[in-house]
T-cell receptor, first 114, second 111 residues
Framework: GENVEQHPSTLSVQEGDSAVIKCTYS??????FPWYKQELGKGPQLIID?????GEKKDQRIAVTLNKTAKHFSLHITETQPEDSAVYFC?????????????FGTGTRLQVTL | NAGVTQTPKFRVLKTGQSMTLLCAQD?????MYWYRQDPGMGLRLIHY???????AKGEVPDGYNVSRLKKQNFLLGLESAAPSQTSVYFC??????????FGPGTRLLVL
């Protein structure tokens, strides 16, 4: 089955700096890669996703890049703010129009300090 | 719309007791999922459903049962709780696309 590795497990940046979280996946057939943000005591919330036919996607301060050859994808957050502090999860799935089960990474705890 | 809701928010069980976790969604989604979240292990899929009346096993199904009698509800049952089932349980749902929407979670402690 699919295996997703995520690094680093914790990341501390100063407000205004950039943060990068990296994930690798094992199944070359995976074609959908979402990123979820989980705030304390809440459920994961989708912040951005990318499909295998696209190399990069950006939404304001958040961007995701995908390298299919190397089987890795990354989340980039620019101009970080204290409200960006949370746990971030990457995931991968083979979207076949049915259940498309997600395999999650182990999470990155991002701390944005003032 | 309330989205995905989960009941209860928190529960303490003794080893051997049973309980049912309820997930409800008001988005008319076909697909529903149950995950457990443990420290350092991300979210792992327990069971899922592709429609009313259907269920299937995920990555870690042992010790759990599920039912999807109504399209909007997905129940997760623990017949005989064990300390290893102490976790935070998340339900998610999705329509025909890829995006899964998660509920707020149920924190379960088994003593």
């Amino acid at each position: 089955g699919e295996n997703v590795e995520q690094h680093p497990s914790t990341l501390s940046v100063q407000e205004g700096d950039s943060a990068v979280i990296k994930c690798t996946y094992s199944d070359s057939a995976s074609n959908y890669f979402p990123w979820y943000k989980q705030e304390l005591g809440k459920g994961p919330q989708l912040i951005i996703d990318i499909r295998s036919n696209v190399g990069e996607k950006k939404d304001q301060r958040i961007a995701v890049t995908l390298n299919k050859t190397a089987k890795h994808f990354s989340l980039h957050i620019t101009e970080t703010q204290p409200e960006d502090s949370a746990v971030y999860f990457c995931a991968a799935s083979k979207h076949t129009g049915t259940a498309s089960k997600l395999t999650f990474g182990t999470g990155t705890r991002l701390q944005v300090t003032l | 719309n309330a989205g995905v809701t989960q009941t209860p928010k928190f529960r303490v069980l003794k080893t051997g007791q049973s309980m049912t976790l309820l997930c409800a969604q008001d988005m008319n989604h076909e697909y529903m999922y149950w995950y457990r979240q443990d420290p350092g292990m991300g979210l792992r899929l327990i069971h899922y459903s592709v429609g009313e009346g259907t269920t299937a096993k995920g990555e870690v199904p042992d010790g759990y049962n599920v039912s999807r009698l109504k399209k909007q509800n997905f129940l997760l049952g623990l017949e005989s709780a064990a300390p290893s089932q102490t976790s935070v349980y998340f339900c998610a749902s999705k329509a025909g696309g890829e995006t899964q929407y998660f509920g707020p979670g149920t924190r379960l402690l088994v003593l």
